[in-house]
């Protein structure tokens, strides 16, 4: 009786090694992701969709209404999540007070453009709300035209994107996969060493030698460095 017993546990511990592992999921720790390259994309579920500005944009602060490039928002696979009577949100980055232009006109293009209605300035300016006119499908695409910038004053030199709410709910979905970047130009200042005006060509700190002189013109172009001689 006590044999049966060993060999029953035995057979069981075999049984539990043998067991074929579970490989739905390849991918490495934490990382979400098969461990195989892909031929298609896909999400770990839920939708596909992405926002893409036609390219990396710069813009100095002191900027006046600057145009922004088209964007895209392509739904890749919506799943069910941008519907006849949603809304879709395309926003100013949160942290950001700058906002859109309210004056600018949007137009639209693509094979989606005829499943929205007029957008409009909402969030006092900070966001354009699209509305859904008709459900989309996997592959639709929506070109968004037209959009400028204003208030650039109020950003620190920053990168940050564009964000899209497609769904809806308010919340932020995706951000934009290229960045908008407002860059300040240093006048100078008291002795800091640099003139007040924006230099047409390039300088350097460097160590400079007893009695030189500079010209500059007003335009801020340098005319002459050399050492102090007498007239
Ligand atoms: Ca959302």
């Known amino acids: 009786m006590k044999e049966i017993i060993v060999s029953s ?60 490039a088209a964007l895209t928002i392509w739904a890749e696979d919506p799943a069910g999540t941008i519907t006849n009577g949603g809304t879709m949100r395309i926003s100013m980055p949160a942290t950001w007070a ?36 008709a459900d989309f499908v996997a592959d639709d695409t929506l070109i968004v035209s037209g959009l400028r910038l204003a208030e650039l004053r109020l950003v620190s030199a920053d990168i940050r994107y564009l964000e899209l709410d497609f769904n809806g709910d308010g919340a932020r979905d995706k951000y934009d996969a290229y960045s908008l970047t407002v860059r300040t130009l240093w006048p100078g200042g008291s002795y800091d060493g640099w003139d007040q005006y924006a230099l047409t060509e390039s300088t350097s700190l460097q160590a400079l030698a007893r009695g030189s002189i500079f010209m500059i013109s007003q335009a801020g172009r340098l005319l002459r460095q050399g050492p102090l001689t007498s007239p």
């Open 9 to 68: 546990l035995m057979c069981s511990f075999l049984w539990a090694a043998a067991a074929p592992e579970d490989d739905r999921f390849k991918g490495g720790s934490y990382d979400g992701w098969d461990r195989d390259t892909m031929s298609v994309s896909a999400g770990l579920g839920g939708a596909l969709v992405s926002l893409a500005s036609a390219g990396n944009q710069v813009f100095d602060f002191t900027a006046a209404n600057p145009a922004l």
């Open 98 to 133: 700058c906002r859109f232009d309210t004056g600018a006109a949007v137009s639209y293009s693509g094979d989606a453009s005829g499943k929205v209605g007029a957008a409009s300035y909402t969030d006092g300016g900070r966001t354009l709300s699209i509305p859904v006119t």
